[in-house]
């Protein structure tokens, strides 16, 4: 019997061997439900941040971001980064966040990266939603 | 923000040296360009009659008081005395400033009585516990009965004797002091000459505090590419105000009713002590500003003491005790009513006091500290009543 | 203030006294007739007393009302009384209410209270009028009919639903943006009160009507909000001059509906935004006010102050004292008859911190 022997190239053989290797869903791909389930999973940090936002922080002064920013009015989250006067430099939001935290609610900052603040970030971001961005705007 | 530079003012680009040429002054690393004034031009010559102007004592009652007198080079430009003395002794109610960068300065005296140098030269002659001079006519004067003064003048501003004017003594003396900037301090070199060995560890650590917990930077600024360290804004941050406590009302009322009548604020400030710690409500009447006072420079700070309006902090270290606890010599002090909205206690650890110490100490000029002698506080009087 | 000045401000009753000046040549006018006389008063509002623990307060409310009880004490000659504008307390405790009034008894002069809701929503008001009196009253004075209001009481429903304890309605009462909130209002009895007490009053008696709540419709998101507005605007329509100044804001507003004038006062604690600021809801800020300055959150007093009012042939002026600004004075404007900012008011005069967004 003829025995044929189909010589595998490089590529061929990388492919192939990817293909075993690879899930079933691409990385690529992502459906409703996926866009649908992440959008709750923003929400609920929205929700989170709201909380703290709202007396959260359980800072001994009892003082709470909502008392000068009702709805989060007022924190223009969309004109950042920007030199922001109070810090003598050019800072991102969560910069001032923190100088919030420190000086009229007389607490500790958190870190940037603190799921704390990326939950008040999110919460204020939501509350400006659709505004433009103008980074530098005083 | 802070505006750098007066209505009048054009700031020139041209470098050229030369009697009678315009000339710029280079800014010092840390610093923007000097403003000018546009009807003040700087010229070599004009800037040294005004140095010989600023060191003569002859515009004074007895002979005996110049500017530099107050503000000598040795001293950083200052007196290294609480409250400075004038003739016969004659003691004011206020610490002389650095003219070091005063340049800079939107406002002159600590109440910003002045809105420039030109107008700050003409008061300590005719002032009765400074210069004491009847008035700038007597000042005038002296300068037309001496020779080489009205050859000097002519020179500078083309008149003739019975030309000459207090303004032109005033011009001059601002051109020189327009010459006294410093910047370069090791915080320059670190912050904006990209040295990052330029300040000690202990003075990098304060610069972080200067910025966050001690609450420094929004009235003694610092920017990405520049720093004045001050806002040019006046505050009462609970310097003195025991002198006057509890009866702010009626000595308000009564400087007031001695304004309107004509009374003369440059001399009742430093002749009243009462009525100067009303400080910038002397000038403005404006019921926000009782007791508040110009935010000083902190360049060369070290150099300078001792510090505040009144003299009545002698160290660094009793100035950041002050601030930390919130407007007060001692925690256990009553703080003033009109204490601005900007001091509050701070809470600093003993280590961030010594680094913001050790943070003011990096803001002197190599080229001012070599000029300066010493920084020994000064006692008791040189008049003829001296014990 | 030069002798040209002094003529012009006695007559225009201070459109041109430089804000914030000391209205020290304010001397008594004499206008020889029978009828409302010039005077002044001072009107402090909004310190939001916070008690923490112990003898321990919010130190920044506190150094708001003590600043503005030492500079209303700098005024001369004095006025003829101050009016506090409520919300002495943050939440109503015997603590912050105590707190408060202690610190404004440094005070030169006779205060009258008006009632806030963070008195009120603890105890529905039982220490505020132990300590302080009736919540709505009336007087006169030199010729000038006072009336206060409460004008922050809700819907019983809510008032007195089953709260798991009394501060938990405070405390839904003290968040502003509160989405399960309740509207303020006056309510029926206490319009037909209002109604009975001005029945006595002759229709050229100038009027001026103490409420914390605006007595207007603007932002119902934020209690900037009074639900019978229109009916208590109708009870006072059929009078000459009528002045409604009030609190709760915490920033200037002023309008004009008919023949009444409205006046806001700032909070001696903390501003708040304007609320156009908050992009995702609409408001209705009376178009005539000039806003505030932005503030700097440094300065603890920034965006913060008190008032002081010179009422003069029955109308009002408003000198607001504000720390670290310039001070701004919105007076009444006999041929436009309306209030207008003496400074700010034309559009091409308007600063860039009056900007908000």
């Known amino acids: 019997m003829n025995r044929i022997y189909y010589p595998l190239t490089q590529a061929a053989l990388a492919a192939l061997l990817l293909s075993m290797l690879a899930p079933a869903a691409l990385a690529d791909r992502f459906t409703e439900a996926d866009l649908e389930r992440w959008a709750q999973e923003y929400m609920a940090v929205v929700d989170r941040g709201e909380k703290l936002f709202h007396g959260g922080l359980e800072n001994e002064n009892t003082v709470s971001c909502d008392q000068c920013h009702p709805d989060a009015a007022n924190t223009h989250p969309e004109t950042y980064p920007k030199f922001q006067q109070q810090l003598g430099k050019v800072a991102v939001l969560g910069e001032m966040v923190n100088w919030c935290i420190e000086n009229p609610l007389e607490s500790d900052p958190l870190a940037l990266d603190d799921p704390r603040m990326v939950a008040l970030q999110a919460y204020i971001h939501e509350q400006r939603r659709l505004v433009p961005l103008v980074p530098g705007k005083h | 923000m802070t505006r750098l530079t007066p209505r009048r003012s054009v700031t020139l680009s041209v470098l050229i040296a030369g009697l009678g040429i315009p000339m710029a002054i280079a800014a010092p690393l840390g610093l923007p360009p000097v403003p000018i004034p546009g009807d003040n031009p700087q010229t070599e010559a004009k800037i040294a009659l005004g140095d010989r102007l600023f060191h003569d004592p002859r515009f004074s009652v007895d002979g005996t008081i110049s500017c530099s007198t107050c503000h000598e080079r040795e001293k950083a430009f200052t007196d290294h005395r609480r409250l400075s003395e004038g003739h016969s002794g004659l003691l004011g109610t206020r610490n002389a400033p650095t003219v070091i960068n005063s340049a800079y300065m939107e406002q002159l005296f600590w109440d910003g009585r002045e809105p420039d140098l030109e107008g700050q030269s003409k008061q300590p002659p005719v002032n009765p516990v400074e210069g004491g001079l009847a008035d700038v006519g007597v000042l005038v004067e002296k300068i037309r009965s001496e020779p080489s003064y009205v050859e000097e003048f002519n020179k500078v501003f083309g008149v003739d004797a019975e030309n000459i004017t207090a303004d032109h003594f005033a011009d001059a003396i601002a051109s020189f002091e327009r010459t006294i900037i410093a910047g370069d301090s090791p915080f320059d070199r670190y912050q904006y000459g990209g040295d990052e060995s330029a300040m000690s560890e202990a003075a990098v650590r304060g610069l972080e505090v200067f910025r966050g917990q001690g609450r420094c930077v929004s009235c003694h600024l610092i920017e990405e590419t520049q720093a004045l360290f001050t806002d040019n804004r006046f505050h009462n941050i609970g310097v003195g105000f025991k002198a006057i406590r509890g009866r702010e009302a009626e000595i308000a009322h009564e400087f007031l009713k001695a304004k309107h009548a004509g009374a003369d604020v440059d001399k009742t400030v430093l002749v009243d002590k009462e009525a100067s710690e009303l400080g910038r409500f002397a000038v403005v009447e404006d019921i926000n500003k009782v007791g508040a006072f110009k935010t000083s420079t902190l360049r060369n700070i070290e150099l300078t003491p001792p510090y505040m309006h009144d003299g009545s902090l002698d160290t660094l270290e009793d100035v950041i005790d002050f601030y930390n606890n919130g407007g007060r010599e001692k925690e256990t002090d009553p703080l003033t009513p009109f204490l601005s909205g900007g001091i509050r206690p701070l809470d600093l650890s003993d280590q961030q006091k010594q680094d913001l110490v050790a943070f003011l100490e990096a803001l002197t000029s190599p080229e001012i500290a070599s000029q300066v002698t010493s920084t020994e506080i000064i006692t008791g009087s040189t008049g003829d009543q001296q014990p | ?357």
């Open chain 3, 1 to 357: 203030m030069s002798q040209m000045n002094r003529r012009r401000f006695l007559r225009t009753g201070g459109a041109v006294l430089a804000a914030g000046s000391l209205p020290f040549s304010l001397v008594e006018l004499a206008f020889g007739q029978s009828g409302p006389e010039d005077f002044t008063f001072a009107f402090i509002s909004d310190s939001h007393i916070t008690h923490i623990k112990g003898d321990r307060f919010v130190r920044n409310w506190d150094r708001g009302m003590i600043q503005a009880v030492a500079e209303a004490n700098l005024l001369s000659p004095r006025p003829d009384f101050i009016f506090y504008g409520g919300d002495i307390a943050q939440l109503g405790t015997p603590e912050e209410i105590d707190h408060g009034l202690e610190i404004l008894s440094g005070l030169r002069g006779d205060v009258h209270h008006v009632m806030g809701e963070h008195d009120y929503y603890l105890d529905l008001g039982e220490h505020w009028r132990k300590r302080i009196g009736p919540d709505h009253y009336s007087f006169d004075h030199k010729g000038v009919h006072f009336v206060v209001l409460n004008s922050i009481l809700t819907w019983d429903e809510w008032t007195h639903r089953k709260w798991d304890t009394p501060m938990q309605r405070m405390k839904e009462m003290a968040r502003l943006d509160n989405p399960d909130g309740s509207p303020f209002m006056v309510g029926d009895s206490q319009r037909e009160w209002l109604r009975k007490d001005l029945s006595n009053i002759s229709k050229s008696t100038p009027i001026v009507v103490m409420s914390h709540s605006p007595l207007q419709k603007i932002y119902r998101g934020w209690n900037f909000w009074t639900e019978d507005a229109e009916q208590v605007q109708e009870l006072l329509k059929p009078f000459d001059k009528v002045t409604v100044l009030y609190g709760h804001v915490h920033q200037i507003q002023y309008n004009q509906i008919g023949n009444i004038s409205f006046h806001a006062a700032m909070a001696t604690a903390w501003p708040w935004p304007y609320p156009k600021t908050f992009v995702q809801e609409a408001s209705h800020l009376p178009k005539l006010t000039v806003e505030m300055n932005r503030a700097d959150p440094f300065f603890e007093r920034d965006g913060t102050g008190w008032q002081f009012i010179n009422m003069h042939t029955g109308d009002v002026d408003v000198h607001y004292a504000l720390p670290d600004n310039e001070n701004r004075v919105v007076a009444f404007n006999e041929q436009q008859d309306q209030p207008v900012d003496t400074l700010y008011q034309e559009e091409s005069n308007r600063i860039p911190p009056q900007d908000h967004y």
